[in-house]
């Protein structure tokens, strides 16, 4: 059951200019929703947060919008600089289950 | 602080054969996950431990795959025997203990084992 999806595998920008990653969610028991960044060969390492109760949340570069009643959330993160080139996971989480996206793969060139 | 550890990094062996996981959390980290992470895919839980307890384990197909934390800490994840279909990386993860049904702990990962079924 794909309860967290994310459409794009993959996305391409460049240096500067602003990376906006979609994901889409279908159990409306989700109440907290995060971001994780991971490069090859390595775990997945924690972004940005964001609870339910909240529309957006700030940080750095990076900001999570979340749109309830669309059940949808993106991640923003500008300006994009080459080291943000990761897989970016979206996860959505209720009182004791987390589920992932399968990832989109950004990268932001130079 | 030390992070997540995890060995072996990677492993191949042949399908019906037995492998096995090691995962050592952060220091005082109440909670432990293992997910499996399918090429393509995002981190599946297979199973959730609190202190040497068992959360949530609706995920872990018993009858190939076990996983204990004996005295809370580190954890083993076992498969007996092992499909073609087991060949993914095996990420352990940890947390703090929820403190309310309405909190939200952040998970670290460890670097996960990539595992190669033959």
């Known amino acids: 059951d794909q309860q967290v999806k994310q459409n794009s595998p993959s996305l391409s920008v460049q240096e500067g200019r602003i990376s906006i990653l979609n994901c889409d969610y279908t159990n409306s028991m989700f109440d907290y929703f995060l971001w994780y960044k991971k490069y090859p060969a390595e775990g997945p390492t924690f972004l940005i947060s964001?609870?339910?109760?909240?529309d957006k949340n700030e940080d750095g570069r990076f900001t999570v919008f979340l749109n309830k009643s669309a059940k949808h959330l993106s991640l923003h993160i500008v300006p994009s600089q080459p080291g943000d080139s990761a897989v970016y996971f979206c996860?959505?989480?209720?009182?004791?289950?987390?589920?992932f996206g399968a990832g989109t793969r950004l990268t932001v060139k130079p | 602080e030390a992070g997540v550890a995890q060995s072996p990094r990677y492993k191949i062996i042949e399908k019906r054969q037995s492998v096995a996981f090691w995962c050592n959390p952060i220091s005082g980290h109440a909670t432990l996950y293992w997910y499996q992470q399918i090429l393509g895919q995002g981190p599946k839980l297979l199973i959730q431990?609190?202190?040497?307890?068992?959360?949530?384990d609706s995920q872990l197909p018993k009858d190939r795959f076990s996983a204990e934390r004996l005295k809370g800490v580190d954890s083993t994840l076992k498969i007996q025997p092992a499909k073609l279909e087991d060949s993914a990386v095996y990420l352990c993860a940890s947390s703090l203990a929820r403190l309310a049904p309405s909190s939200y702990n952040e998970q670290f990962f460890g670097p996960g084992t990539r595992l190669t079924v033959l």
């Open positions: 964001i609870s339910s109760i909240k």
């Open positions: 431990f609190q202190n040497n307890g068992v959360v949530d």
């Open positions: 996860a959505a989480s209720d009182n004791n289950d987390m589920r």
